[in-house]
């Protein structure tokens, strides 16, 4: 995070120093305020999906096990990638890579 915030920072510095204009197309506050609500949609769509998917298996008859090992871990990777197929949509496949890849490590030496 730190190296890709430096980046960000050195890019926008040298745009600046060669007189490039640097299009703004939202204020701090409202940047923050997209950003919260994205983030609540996430969080919200993803435990909506596992809820709804235990309450489908446990009418259909299936044990606890067999919902934890699938559907819940469903749920829980749908919002990474939800969120890498609209950064790629936008043409961002740096953070698309980075979300599914970072997941993953994630996912497989912590839980």
């Given amino acids: 995070m730190y190296l890709t915030i430096q980046e960000g920072v050195k890019g926008r ?3 600046l120093d060669a007189g490039e ?11 923050i305020f ?10 919200l769509g993803g435990d909506l999906t596992v809820n709804a998917a235990k309450e489908i ?8 096990a067999l919902i934890g090992l ?3 871990a469903l749920g829980t990777s749908l919002p990474e990638l939800v969120t890498s197929i ?8 740096d953070i698309a890579l980075g979300n599914v890849v970072g997941s ?5 030496f912590l839980i």
Wanted: glycine share 10%.
């Fill in 57 to 64: 298996a446990r009418a259909f008859g299936l044990s606890e």
């Fill in 86 to 93: 609209v950064a790629a949509q936008k043409g961002e496949s």
């Fill in 34 to 43: 997209v950003s919260i609500v994205g983030l609540a949609g996430i969080v």
């Fill in 21 to 31: 204009e640097i299009e703004v197309k939202y204020t701090m506050g409202m940047s």
């Fill in 70 to 72: 699938t559907i819940v």
């Fill in 104 to 108: 993953n490590i994630f996912n497989i």
């Fill in 13 to 15: 510095q040298e745009s």
